[in-house]
């Protein structure tokens, strides 16, 4: 069993899908990369290098590739999204998510989700 506050790249992506809902790679790097610039323990986890695209992680990306291959996400026309069993974990992330890295990711996930017009 984890402790409380006790995440990795894995649950920073299953909290920020499970924020967005649906979401394009892009999003989720985006929310994470400007998440890191307001919570060290994030900036700790997640390494972002700015590209012609924007800014981007392989932690985060690995994740997402690593949820995707065992089924807690799938990505239908470029858009991420969780399945049942993903929820699921996402949820219980979510709880061991400590609160000052939840309110940064929930005003990160409002900006994405503002931008995307949802």
Not at 67 to 93: Q, T, V
Request: glycine residues 6%; hydrophobic residues 40%.
């Amino acid at each position: 069993m984890r402790d409380f506050g006790e995440i990795d790249a894995t649950d920073l992506v299953l909290d920020s899908l499970y924020l967005l809902q649906k979401a394009y790679r892009s999003d989720i790097h985006e929310l994470l990369y400007n998440a890191s610039k307001k919570s060290k323990k994030i900036a700790s986890l997640l390494a972002f290098k700015q590209t012609k695209a924007g800014p981007w992680s392989e932690k985060v990306s690995d994740a997402i590739d690593m949820l995707i291959k065992i089924g807690s996400m799938k990505e239908k026309d470029g858009k991420l999204e969780l399945s049942e069993g993903g929820l699921e974990c996402a949820r219980e992330s979510w709880i061991y998510t400590d609160d000052s890295e939840r309110v940064i990711l929930i005003k990160e996930a409002e900006k994405i989700r503002k931008k995307a017009g949802l």
